[in-house]
């Protein structure tokens, strides 16, 4: 039988999670076999994925039910099922953790979106979620706002592992890379360990294109050289930001400058790789994007897609020169990708805004609190 597709990228340097959580998943030893059969090797969750799981289906019901009549609160229940589906889900990757010596085996849990813009508020749920989810292998996942940069710093100074969410621009990486290494540091400066500090920053693929693709096919329309410009670059720039997110990594942390602060490398990881246009191929931001100490965290369909045709090459560090000017031709038809990126971290926010107000809605109609 041929290798799977998924076990190969551990050979190449990548890690594949899962961007998918329900209790169904670990309660029936699916998760258990995914990890087993397709090197899954950790799991990412938001507020959206949690709307889902409780709205879209029955198997949270009875769960509801019964916390409802000890606790009021709807946060709280909230908080209850959300905890314990990601400790659950923590202590199946437990191994690949302990295999992995900390570098690997996690499980992500969003602070409240409400808090995008408080850096204290985050500073405190984070601290909070992280006390009560007990576990070593769990990262806080916190946006990369303005305002989340110094909760980043702080929070990575206290030993907590941090996911940094909904990143789209390469400036704005920059400043998450910094806070990272102030806040191991800080550590450092307190007489406190960093080996076993975990942290990866997020990239948000698909949302990008999603964006751009329609401003370019109006260029195209026009016709003329931007028209030309804008054929070349059509679906190019998310792949192409990431290229250049991961030479900016490569200058950061593979540095003899941060080597002697004795920490991990806080990963690249790619996130929302599901494609929005259904004429790019279902693996496209998993197929370009395969590199040496990153992660992809994908849907279950994509994961079940590149299962079945997938095809393992390292391609991160290929064509570095080609996406730097896809970046720069964006000017050349008209387009700012500053503002843009600077818009979608504000949608994004929003986004899991609604989608935690909606399952809190939910909640309160199941349990009829």
Not at 100 to 108: A, E, P
């Amino acid at each position: 039988m041929e290798e799977n597709p998924l076990k190969k990228l551990e050979a190449l340097g990548q890690s594949i999670w899962l961007d998918y959580i329900r209790c169904d998943l670990i309660t029936s030893g699916k998760l258990k076999l995914l990890i087993k059969e397709d090197g899954l090797r950790g799991m990412t969750s938001n507020p959206s994925i949690f709307e889902k799981a409780i709205a879209e289906s029955h198997i949270y019901d009875k769960d509801i039910s019964e916390i409802a009549l000890k606790e009021k609160n709807i946060q709280l229940i909230y908080e209850t099922i959300c905890l314990r589906d990601v400790q659950n889900a923590a202590d199946e990757f437990k191994t690949i953790y302990e295999k992995t010596d900390g570098k690997d085996g996690f499980v992500s849990l969003e602070v409240n979106p409400h808090l995008a813009h408080d850096t204290d508020g985050t500073i405190k749920e984070a601290r909070r979620l992280w006390a009560a989810l007990n576990r070593p292998n769990v990262l806080i996942k916190v946006p990369a706002t303005k305002e989340g940069l110094p909760a980043i710093r702080q929070l990575i100074s206290e030993g907590i592992n941090v996911n940094v969410t909904l990143l789209f621009a390469l400036k704005r990486y920059r400043e998450v890379a910094e806070a990272y290494i102030a806040g191991i540091t800080d550590r450092i400066n307190q007489g406190k360990p960093v080996d076993k500090i975990a942290s990866v920053a997020s990239f948000f693929l698909s949302r990008i294109d999603a964006v751009i693709d329609p401003k370019e096919a109006d260029f195209v329309a026009l016709g003329g050289e931007q028209a030309h410009f804008a054929t070349k670059i059509r679906g190019q720039v998310a792949i192409s930001s990431a290229k250049v997110a991961y030479k900016i990594y490569q200058e950061i942390f593979e540095s003899e400058e941060f080597a002697k602060l004795g920490a991990l490398p806080q990963r690249l990881l790619w996130a929302s790789t599901s494609p929005k246009n259904p004429g790019y191929s279902d693996i496209k931001y998993v197929e370009a994007l395969i590199g040496p100490n990153t992660v992809n965290t994908i849907p279950l369909k994509t994961l079940e897609a590149y299962r079945d045709h997938g095809e393992p090459v390292s391609l991160l560090k290929e064509n570095i020169e080609l996406a730097s000017w896809v970046l720069s031709e964006l000017s050349e038809v008209g387009i700012n990708f500053n503002e843009i990126t600077n818009k979608l971290e504000d949608d994004g926010v929003q986004k899991f805004i609604a989608s935690y107000d909606l399952l809190i809605k939910t909640l309160i109609k199941k349990s009829s609190v």
